[in-house]
């Protein structure tokens, strides 16, 4: 099986690259890589980063993301057709999204019109990634479930929304998986940000209104690999959820990354999200019920201070080597 990740050099597609060298070890970040069952996996993005060959792939070009999946990729992808897209691609600076409408609608909404199309007319499978931002119009106290009408508060919910409309109108074979609060040890997220903060300043203020649950990406794509890897999304389209067990706010988000990391003469302060004025009002209340994506394909899952020590330690590990 021939499978297609886009977004491969953000967090989760870096992470997605981990999963297939480690199933399949000596390859290294190459933009095609075989797994340990054989699967090929092609690599792509709009943009480079040091030590990941990438393939080019504009997957808001309708024209560029036909021929990708009919086998015209150029590069060491040519020729292969793709069987299957994980869409790891996204617009996701929520507070930006809403002076960038068009350029969120269409990344989040359009490019995967783009997708589900392409790969409806070959009858492929698309494997989305969504949001928690979906929800959050209305005050939950009970985590959010697959069926609950969605209800987005802002222009990165909307539109990510919007994508997921995409792929069911499209009748393409899908799973869309929503997550939420997702870090890891690469790019830009919360995690890296609260340990570079936490290490410089003597005190810092973090919001304990807003509830939800960590999910390390790692995570989320050892799941997703799992899933892709030995076939079991087979006649299980549909949404799903999934995020790290357990739940927080960002203020105890932020308390374990400072004790975890050893930043403790940090003072952490709990405040409230009207303190730090936002163009977007964020879900108060986004914890993802995850029992059905459990139920379907078997996963355990882990919780999240344990993944959020993992992911700290590799952190440190690899800084202690220089890289």
Excluded at 76 to 99: R, S
Excluded at 105 to 112: K, M, P
């Amino acid at each position: 099986m021939n499978i297609l990740v886009t977004g491969s050099n953000g967090q989760l597609g870096t992470e997605l690259r981990n999963c297939v060298s480690a199933s399949c070890p000596g390859q290294g970040a190459g933009a095609l890589m075989k797994s340990a069952a054989g699967n090929v996996y092609v690599f792509t993005d709009v943009t480079d980063v040091p030590g990941a060959d990438t393939v080019h792939l504009d997957i808001t070009d309708l024209s560029s993301v036909e021929k990708a999946v009919n086998g015209c990729l150029e590069g060491p992808a040519e020729g292969l057709e793709i069987d299957l897209v994980i869409n790891c691609a996204a617009y996701t600076n929520v507070d930006k999204a809403e002076v960038e409408r068009d350029a969120a609608e269409l990344l989040n909404a359009a490019a995967v019109r783009n997708l589900a199309v392409s790969l409806n007319a070959r009858n492929g499978f698309l494997v989305h990634i969504s949001t928690d931002y979906v929800f959050g119009g209305t005050d939950n106290n009970t985590p959010c479930t697959e069926d609950q009408p969605a209800n987005p508060t802002g222009v990165y919910g909307e539109t990510k929304l919007h994508g997921e409309q995409e792929v069911i109108a499209s009748g393409c074979r899908h799973i869309i998986i929503r997550t939420a609060w997702l870090y890891s040890e690469y790019g830009r997220n919360f995690l890296k940000t609260m340990l570079n903060l936490t290490a410089a300043r003597p005190h810092l203020d973090v919001v304990f209104d807003q509830t939800g649950t960590p999910t390390y990406a790692g995570d989320l794509a050892e799941a997703v690999f799992d899933i892709v890897e030995h076939r079991k999304y087979e006649n299980k389209d549909g949404i799903y959820h999934y995020s790290n067990e357990g739940v927080c706010s960002w203020y105890d988000f932020a308390e374990m990354i400072a004790e975890y990391s050893g930043h403790t003469s940090c003072d952490i302060r709990p405040c409230h999200s009207n303190e730090f004025p936002s163009p977007v009002k964020r879900p108060s209340y986004s914890v993802l019920d995850k029992t059905r994506i459990k139920q379907a394909f078997g996963l355990r899952i882990p919780y999240w201070t344990d993944s959020l020590k993992k992911c700290i330690d590799n952190i440190n590990n690899a800084e202690s080597h220089g890289l």
